[in-house]
Each structure stands twice: as C-alpha cells, then as structure tokens.
C-alpha cells in the first residue's frame, strides 16, 4: 500500500493529553499587502543584485541577463504550481505540506530537508555580504558582520509578525531606490547596444576574452533560480495570511513579477553600462556606481543595500522559523523536540525555532561561500523537481474538487517544468551532488530507522484546521 498521509482528523484522540500538549496556532495577522512585502523581502532583490549576482557575472559576463531571464520564466511555471499547491494546502509547512499530502510521507520528508537546507544557508549567504557594502563607513571582516546580521535578524524575527511586515516595507523601499539608482545611471552611461546582452562574453583567467557556451548558461541556471526564489514565502505565511485561499496565489505571482523587474533591470544596465568587459566580469558593481556619478551616491547606495541584507536575514528567519515550528506540529522529531519547537512566545512567534534557524545561520557564516552557493542551487532545482511532481498529482481524487487557484495549462506546465529542472541538475558540479545527496541520503536513513516505523505518531503532517474542507 502506498505510503499516503491519514487526515489528521481521523486519527484516534489522545485522552492523556491536555490543553497545554496541544499544538499551539499561529494567528492570522496580515492582509495582501502585508504579506507581499514580507514576500518580496525575501526575494530580496537589490541585495541578491549586489551579493549574488557579482559571482554570475564573473562566470557568464554578458550572458548573466540572459541566464536570469531564462530563470525568470523557468520560475513562472513554478509559481503556478506553488499557487496552485498553496491554495489546495495552506500551510506554514510550505513545500514539505504540499508535497507529503499529495505524493506521499517520503517525497514530502525528502522535500522538508531540502528547504531546510536551503533556508538554513540562503539566510548567512546574503548576510556575508554586508561587510562590502558598509566599507564606505567601517571596515568589517565579512564572516563577523554576517553572524551580526544574523543575531540581529533573529532578534527582530522574536517580535509580532505585523510590526515585522512594516519593519520590512520601510527597509524594501531604500533597496527598491537603490536598484533604481543602479539602472537609471547604467542606462545613462551605456557603452554596448542591446546586442551585447546575447553577445555570451566573459574574461578568462588571463585577461583574454572567452566564449560562454550553452552549457555554461545552463548551469547558471541553478542560481538563477535561486535568485528569485524568495517568492515561495507566501506558501510559508499561508498560515498567518488573511484568506488564504485567494491571497497566497496573488502573492506567489506578484511577486515574482516585481522582484524579476528590480532585479532584472539593473543587471541589464549593468552590462551595457560597464567600462569594459574586465569590469563587469569583476562585479564590482559599488565601485561602477561610484565611477558613473560620484562616491556620495555610491556610499548612498551601498548603505541601502545593506539594510536591504539586514531586512532579508529579518525576513528569511521569520520564514524558516515557520518551517520548523510546523514539522514540530507535525511532530517530526522526538517528543521533547516537538514540543519546544512548537512553542510560541509572547509576540506569537516561534521563539524556540526562530533561535534555532538563527544561531546556526551566525554559524554558517565562517563556511566557504562557494560550497554554499553550490548546495543551495542544487537544492533549489530538487525542490522546485518534487514540487512539480506534487503539482501533477494535485487533481487526483478528493483534491479535484478542493476549492483553489488552479494554473492553466495543467498538466503541460508541471510536465515540462520537470524535464527542465532534471536537465538542469545533471549539469551541476559533481561535489555540490554528492553533497546534497549525502545529506538526503541521511535524511532517508532518519525516515527509514525513526519515522516510517511510528507512522502512527509520527510525520503526521496536517492542513490548519480553519482550512479544511
């Protein structure tokens, strides 16, 4: 018999338990509006501009528009199926919930460890990057002041998710302005027609300049997917959004829109922009921002984006903390585990899972930021894979008549879109495989030794209760 989800209705009460044993509910506390911003807070564009797409420039050159553009539509079919599977399960679970109710205990626990591995590197990724833009004030060793973001980012992710989602607008707005500044003087100072956005140009290790083949391009895929990846937080907020069912898909999809704009713009006015082919395969974008106006709007600049970096690791640490208290709901782990990550403080936060997400991302941040990178774009592409697959099943049975948002196109959409991603992992480095593999590979064992046997009491994932039909 297939390994399929119980409805957690059905299962047989337990009369020992109390009051204060049960799980404990988030409150649903922001609107559309709300929820978008905390939605394109973690995309984080013009952070993920500065941070992440410097090492893309330095691989692709003048192909990086192209590559993001690619990854931009690649990412359209994945928002139709993360609206479509939101809507159907609304759950602060995310991806794992999806996953587990509509392909079974396995593919959704196989799904819950890559998310976590992804929001547990995404966070000190962006945060390392904060040094660079600081430097116009104060010199700080990256490692140092990524773990102080993310100490900063944990604080704040202890507070009520309202003030959070105001906190985050105010910041968004400073690094919408600046990718803004960034565009208009990249345009402004353009010394390449359009034509060089397809011209697949880098410069090699010796200075001279290389050819970016189609393959390259689709290895830069993975990141590029990455990139804009952010925009599956509106699934993680479905708990906490009002009326779930219509808002998680105009979140998911407006979103997307808006971040693959401020993000894609300026990285197409950086490239025709750039004094040379040298300059924009360094990614240095500070000091083009400098050399196009002056060092007042450069330093202006770089500190927009690093409170745009403080406002992501706010951001990305509200999201994960959200993911671990709801595989502690779903009771995951050992009793005693379940019960402190399920618990709620004060501001109704998760403040046991806000701290684990957030001490360990200070960690990471003393961890070679190129295995983190290439971790993270593997897991990303996996995910994204078991998502479609989820996404194939989610009109089958009792779920057809479930009411939801539903993509068109189905099921040419999840079918091509899983072609895609299988492609694109096959061209992945071989370590950043083995890596991810060998971390699935444990999480199976932990199925196989721990949760299979305790189907009953175990991996018991469920859809809130307000949200059933």
């Known amino acids: 018999m297939t390994d399929t989800l119980r409805p957690v209705e059905t299962a047989a009460p337990d009369t020992a338990s109390t009051a204060s044993d049960s799980p404990q509910k988030l409150k649903r506390s922001i609107g559309i509006v709300g929820g978008t911003l905390l939605t394109l807070s973690c995309v984080t564009p013009a952070s993920t501009l500065f941070v992440v797409v410097p090492d893309l420039f330095s691989s692709l050159g003048t192909a990086t528009a192209l590559t993001i553009a690619i990854g931009s539509l690649l990412c359209i079919a994945v928002a139709f199926c993360y ?62 002041a990524g773990a ?25 707005v400073l690094e919408v302005i600046a990718a803004a500044v960034v565009a208009v003087l990249g345009f402004a100072h353009s010394r390449r027609g359009a034509d060089s956005l397809v011209s697949m140009q880098v410069t090699g290790s010796g ?5 970016v083949t189609a393959m390259l391009v689709v290895s830069g895929l993975a990141i590029a997917l990455f990139i804009t990846q952010g925009f599956s937080t509106a699934v993680y907020l479905s708990e906490e959004l009002e ?88 009771k995951a782990w050992p009793g005693p585990v379940n019960k402190g990550l399920s618990r709620l403080g004060r501001f109704g936060s998760p403040w046991v899972a806000t701290l684990l997400v957030g001490v360990p991302g200070a960690a990471l941040c003393f961890v070679n930021l190129d295995t983190l990178y290439g971790v993270t774009g593997v897991s990303v592409t996996a995910m994204y894979l078991l998502v479609a697959v989820a996404a194939l099943l989610a009109r089958r049975g009792s779920h057809a008549h479930t009411p939801a948002w539903r993509m068109p196109l189905w099921p040419a959409v999840p079918l091509l879109l899983i072609a895609v991603l299988a492609y694109i992992l096959s061209r992945q480095e071989t370590v950043y495989l083995l890596w991810t ?23 018991l994932v469920s859809i809130p209760e307000d949200q059933r039909t």
Do not use: K
């Not at 998310?115 to 430097?135: E, F, H, K, N, Q």
């Open 83 to 144: 609206s479509e599977l939101g809507t159907l399960i609304p759950s602060a679970g995310g991806e794992y919930a999806m996953v587990s109710t509509l392909a079974g205990r396995l593919a959704g626990w196989l799904v819950f460890v890559l998310s976590l591995l992804v929001v547990v590197i995404v966070p000190p990724v962006i945060a390392m990057g904060t040094a660079d833009y600081l430097a116009p004030i104060v010199h700080l060793d990256p490692s140092l």
């Open 243 to 330: 009326n779930p069912r219509r808002n998680v898909a105009r979140t998911v999809l407006a979103t997307l829109a808006i971040s693959s704009v401020i993000i894609l713009v300026p990285v197409v006015a950086i490239t025709m922009g750039a004094p040379d082919l040298s300059a924009l395969t360094g990614g240095d974008i500070s000091t083009m921002v400098t050399a196009w106006s002056n060092s007042a709007v450069g330093t202006f600049v770089s500190l927009c984006v690093a409170l745009a970096i403080i406002n992501a690791g706010i951001v990305m640490v509200i999201q994960n903390s959200r993911v671990l208290f709801a595989s502690a709901r779903d």
């Open 437 to 459: 593999g060998g971390i699935t590979a444990v999480a199976t064992l932990y199925w196989a030794f721990y949760l299979r046997p305790r189907r009953e009491t175990r991996w």
């Open 148 to 172: 102080g973001v993310m100490l900063l980012a944990t604080l704040a992710g202890l507070l009520d998710l309202r003030a959070n989602a105001w906190i985050t607008g105010v910041f968004l």
């Open 207 to 211: 200075g001279h300049t290389d050819t």
